[in-house]
Every structure is written in structure tokens, then in C-alpha cells.
């Protein structure tokens, strides 16, 4: 959806190099999700974002939501091969818009070379 | 706990048959999501079930259609098959009594239409 764009769409990264990802949305966020998803496979969830200047950990995945910017951004440190695959974020809109519904970005591809 | 479960895995079909997808939800959710995910994009919504009712649609003809049950598991419904309904089906499902608004998804019904 052009409401909410991901860049890059794809990277490819030496293992033990650090990425980002960025996630922008042009409407009004109440919530920013990510996910994780291998090619052809479900979606796993990473972590949601809700209050502005939030950020979250896991492992060596950090999530950050500037409310401002209506823009989140996912970096991955040292990455390793399992960090391979398509990330994907998804927006919650306000209960007045479509509450409920998650509105996803084309996904960012990403590769982990040797 | 046990997450959302979703059948069959694989379906191929011909140009206007009729299908329908299952989703088990998670323990404890009671809101189940329907997206369509093709090749190479974001999933995109098709609707949303509460309480055994339609609760949100997306930009889907009325040829998608769905159920829920009583125990929340939910069925996806899609009448005159098309080509272009080929695409990976995601079910997710939520919990209205959560904090974090979660959505946990299942790992997909990929539909070829032939």
C-alpha cells in the first residue's frame, strides 16, 4: 500500500554487518507492528510499537517508533544468516479508521551473505 | 498454548470452483483476520470476525466470504474461482480483552487457481 512504504525493498548484507529498515507511514499510526516471514511461510511477530519515541529489543533486533515522522524503523545488529528472510511492518489505524485492520508495506528482502 | 492453525497447507483449484480455507485461532483470542498475500507484496485484508459476525472488510468482492464459530475458529470462502485469487491466505487471530493488541498469525493455505 502506498499509505505505509518500506525501504529498501531488498539488501543484501555480509554476515556480521549491521542493517535497517525503514517503515513510513502517510496516515495516522496508533500502532506499528513488524514481522518476520520466510518465503511462502506465515508471519512471525517480531514486536508492536505504540507510544511514540518507543523502542523495543529482542536478541539483536531494536525497533524504534518516531510518532512525528509517522516512521519506524527496524536495525539488526551483527546480522547472521537465521536474520535472513522478508520483514514486513504493518500499521493499526485509529479505532475511527478501520479499527482492527492491519495495513501492511511490500516487505523488505533481505539476504545474509558469507 | 497452543497458536493459530490453519488448513490445508496446499490447494489447487480451477477458474470457478468454490473453496474454503479453515483457521483454528489461538487459545484465548476470539477475533480472527483473513488476508490475501500475493506473490511478491504485503498481505491485504479481506475481513475481520467478532463474536460470529463481520467486523471490518477490506477492498474484497462479495465472492469472499466467511464464518465464524462458536469456539472462534473461522472459514474463508471464495465463490467463481479467478486466476488472480492465486496468493498465499494468511489467518490471523486476536484477543479484544488484550493490552498489546497482538496478532498471531498462521503459517498460510497457498491457493493456486488453474
Known amino acids: 500500500s502506498q499509505e505505509l512504504e518500506q525501504s529498501p525493498q531488498s539488501l543484501i548484507v555480509q554476515e556480521g554487518k549491521n542493517l535497517t529498515i525503514n517503515c513510513t507511514s502517510s496516515?495516522?499510526?496508533?500502532?506499528l507492528y513488524w514481522y518476520k516471514q520466510k518465503y511462502g511461510e506465515g508471519l512471525i511477530f517480531l514486536m508492536m510499537?505504540?507510544?511514540?519515541?518507543e523502542e523495543k529489543s529482542h536478541e539483536k533486533i531494536t525497533a524504534k517508533l518516531d510518532e512525528k515522522k509517522q516512521q519506524s524503523s527496524l536495525h539488526i545488529t551483527a546480522s547472521q544468516p537465521s536474520h535472513a528472510g522478508i520483514y514486513l511492518c504493518g500499521a493499526l489505524r485509529p479505532p475511527t479508521d478501520s479499527w482492527g485492520k492491519l495495513q501492511f508495506g511490500a516487505g523488505t528482502q533481505v539476504v545474509v551473505t558469507p | 498454548e497452543t497458536g493459530v492453525t490453519q488448513s490445508p497447507t496446499h490447494l489447487i483449484k480451477t477458474r470457478g470452483q468454490q473453496v474454503t480455507l479453515r483457521c483454528s485461532s489461538q487459545?484465548?483470542?476470539?477475533?480472527v483476520s483473513w488476508y490475501q498475500q500475493a506473490l511478491g507484496q504485503g498481505p491485504q485484508f479481506i475481513f475481520q470476525y467478532y463474536r460470529e459476525e463481520e467486523n471490518g472488510r477490506g477492498n474484497f468482492p462479495p465472492r469472499f466470504s466467511g464464518l465464524q464459530f462458536p469456539n472462534y475458529s473461522s472459514e474463508l470462502n471464495v465463490n467463481a474461482l479467478e486466476l488472480d485469487d492465486s496468493a498465499l491466505y494468511l489467518c490471523a487471530s486476536s484477543s479484544t480483552e488484550a493490552d498489546n493488541y497482538g496478532y498471531t498469525f498462521g503459517s498460510g493455505t497457498r491457493l493456486t487457481v488453474v
Open positions: 510499537l505504540q507510544k511514540g519515541g
Open positions: 496516515k495516522t499510526l496508533y500502532g
Open positions: 487459545s484465548g483470542h476470539n477475533t
